[in-house]
């Protein structure tokens, strides 16, 4: 929200507002100075992370890391209204991979727009004569992930970091920035590179829908169903393949040498599936089998293990990232203070809301009073954050939510029936028939019309 958006929220409330001009020049004021802090925090976490390194008994400088970047339009929208990648400011984050928290540790934020409306495309970006925050030129991609995260880890490189592990999504190439680094400093640790399950998992999903030869043996009637049916035993099996893997892991306390030998999931899958229906059996001949073993291969297979053996995701730089976007609406671009909600989204992701905001405000020299109303206020506020994130992890949630998808299946298999069947088809006239059955099989048609001829 924008100064014009808390004023008419204040005059709608009947409550005097301040003017715009005046909460522009604050929030001008306070942009530098929420940043300054916000980078001098997470310059602290990475020295804890080097405590904590140092109290579990493993080398000081060795770090696992997540990354993952967003936009404030997305990269492939509005192709030909711009001649540029529609988005025109980017934030890459980088989160830590090696306590509970998963704090954010590097911000790297990149902007293309010049607040006072000048056009830099002819001057150096960092010498121009401009008060703006545009860091980026007009001309460069902003798409590119491994400059940014080439940015950011170079920072961890400085302070002495080496990255052993770096979780991206699949079409990343950050993991080379980190590579390059590696060398670049002489680091004794090889960077590896891991994929994050979630995507690896979505991925493989549209892998097995696309399959063509699967489709066709769907048990069921129309073309149109087993395209459907398809789609679900696709979510199906590719969430059992993840099932199967973190269930392995588990068998083996992680270890990943003994894995690839032990798996299995004790319990009959089908009667806890939420996406088929517990009747649901294919009947393969030995080709047919290969086909779907190629399929399940495209998650279980050695080289894929491989790339997912800590079973790591960017599940948080993603929920970071949708801080990011509340700070930073995608119906407004804040090309001034553009950085300043980032850090601040940052802060409010590193140590939850309440806490963050108390920080912010002694930072810029207005502090909330001990005890007072605000205070408690604030302090409630972290506290139902805490609760409700405590509430996530817990199992009943998750069964909850599992429970809530099963019935939505249900609830739309049983839709299409009820769309699908008609009365009165007999009274309707044969024309009419023949086009309702345009989607019901040959066979079934053939015997419905001799019937209606009989009678
Ligand atoms: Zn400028």
């Known amino acids: 929200m924008g100064s014009s958006g808390l004023r008419t929220i204040l005059l709608r409330g009947n409550i005097p507002a301040p003017s715009t001009k005046g909460m522009q020049n604050s929030a001008n004021k306070v942009n530098e100075k929420i940043e300054i802090q916000n980078v001098a925090d997470m310059a602290d976490i990475r020295t804890e992370l080097k ?102 880890l170079s920072k961890l490189y400085s302070e002495g970091f080496e990255v052993r592990h770096i979780t991206t999504d699949p079409d990343s190439s950050a993991y080379r920035a980190a590579e390059q680094l590696a060398s670049n400093y002489n680091s004794k640790v090889t960077p590896e590179h891991l994929i994050d399950t979630r995507h690896f998992s979505d991925n493989h999903r549209k892998q097995i829908k696309k399959n063509e030869i699967l489709t066709s043996l769907m ?58 229906p517990k009747t649901f059996k294919l009947n393969l001949t030995l080709k047919q089998q290969s086909e779907l073993r190629k399929c399940i291969n495209y998650r279980l297979g050695p080289k894929e293990l491989e790339r997912t053996k800590l079973g790591t995701n960017t599940q948080k730089s993603e929920c970071v990232n949708r801080i990011i ?35 912010l405000c002694l930072s810029v020299g207005a502090p909330v009073t001990a005890g007072s109303k605000v205070h408690t206020h604030l302090q409630q506020e ?38 699908k069947y008609e009365k009165g088809m007999l009274l309707k006239s044969q024309k009419n028939i023949r086009q309702k059955m345009a989607d019901t099989t040959r066979g079934d048609h053939e015997a419905y019309t001799k019937k209606a001829k009989k009678s």
């Open 325 to 359: 976007r509340r700070s930073l609406p995608r119906s407004n671009t804040f090309s001034k203070n553009f950085q300043g909600r980032a850090n601040s989204a940052v802060s409010s992701a590193n140590h939850g809301p309440g806490e963050s905001v108390m920080a």
């Open 219 to 276: 048990p069921a009637r129309t073309k149109k169903q087993r395209e459907d049916l398809i789609g679900r035993f696709a979510l199906d099996l590719s969430q059992r393949c993840h099932a199967e893997y973190k269930s392995a892991l588990k068998h083996c306390d992680g270890n990943f040498q003994t894995l690839q030998k032990k798996a299995g999931i004790e319990d009959p899958w089908i009667n806890k599936s939420i996406y088929l």
């Open 51 to 152: 405590t904590i390194n140092k109290m579990r008994g493993h080398p000081e400088s060795h770090i696992d890391v997540e990354g993952d970047g967003c936009y404030n339009n997305p990269l492939y929208s509005g192709i030909g209204k711009t001649p540029f990648q529609p988005a025109t400011q980017s934030c890459y984050v980088v989160v830590e991979n090696m306590t509970d928290k998963k704090l954010v540790i590097n911000l790297v934020t990149k902007n293309k727009l010049c607040s006072h409306g000048k056009d830099h495309s002819n001057e150096n970006i960092n010498k121009k004569n401009c008060k703006c925050t545009q860091n980026l030129q007009m001309v460069e991609s902003i798409g590119n992930e491994q400059r940014s995260a080439s940015e950011s």
């Open 382 to 419: 972290q506290k139902i954050y805490e609760n409700h994130k405590q509430y996530k992890k817990l199992p009943k949630y998750m069964k909850n939510r599992k429970q809530k998808a099963k019935i939505k299946f249900e609830l739309y298999s049983k839709n299409q029936e009820v769309n």
